[in-house]
């Protein structure tokens, strides 16, 4: 079966620009997640989605930070406007229940 | 909320020696235990899970975890490792009710020839 898609998989723009990241998970997972993995970090939880309701988004900028899922698949992570500290890899995840979380590959954003 | 510590942030074996790599969690019911793996340029896969049931576990590759909830530890284990196993090494809590996961900030392997 096709894995957790993500795009674009490098970006890199100036700061106070904004940005957005697509995920597409695997097909037929309700919950999706959207982690933030700093350069020697472990990754941290920005948002989690159950179909297209938001489960938890506690951990997210929400001044700067958005994100969505239309109709319960694809999602969209959205930063504006964007500082030098969200550098980061932005991974996305989905799950089939409350079990293992497949990852996507990331998105390597850079804030210059 | 939980928790996770990896103290080794970095770790060096020689190919074929055996593998220990530390975590210890803080976590106020049953935790959900997990370790991740992920190569350079690469999505996380996981390796194996604790759940309930047997406190040593198999996963893929090798490894296996043991969890011991009087040291509050789920370390990894491998008897031989191999050049391939170089990469960052996760490991994560989360609780049933929202799969909320917390990830340690890693330990990154090194196999030397």
């Known amino acids: 079966e096709a894995g957790v898609a993500q795009s674009p998989r490098y970006k890199i723009i100036e700061k106070r620009q904004s940005v957005a990241f697509w995920c597409n998970p695997i097909s037929g997972h309700a919950t999706l997640y959207w982690y933030q993995q700093i350069l020697g970090q472990g990754p941290k939880l920005l948002i989690q989605f159950q179909n297209n309701g938001v489960v938890d988004d506690s951990q997210l900028p929400k001044d700067r930070f958005s994100a969505e899922r239309l109709k319960g698949v694809d999602s969209t992570l959205k930063i504006q406007p964007a500082k030098l500290e969200d550098s980061a890899v932005y991974l996305c995840a989905s799950s089939l229940d409350r079990d293992e979380q497949f990852f996507g590959p990331g998105t390597r954003l850079t804030v210059l | ?9 970095h770790i060096t074996v020689s190919e074929g020696a055996s593998l220990e790599l530390r975590c210890n969690y803080s976590y106020g019911a049953t935790p959900y235990l997990f370790w991740y793996v992920q190569s350079p340029g690469q999505g996380l896969q996981l390796l194996l899970k604790y759940f309930s049931g047997d406190t040593l576990v198999q996963g893929i590759k090798g490894f296996e975890a043991e969890f011991k909830r009087s040291q509050s530890s789920f370390n990894l284990r491998k008897p031989s490792v191999h050049w391939s196993d170089a990469a960052e090494y996760f490991c994560a809590v989360g609780s049933y009710n929202n799969n909320d996961m917390r990830f340690g900030a ?3 392997l090194t196999v030397k020839p």
């Open chain 2, 1 to 9: 909320a939980q928790s996770v510590t990896q103290p080794d942030i």
């Open chain 2, 106 to 108: 890693g330990t990154r």
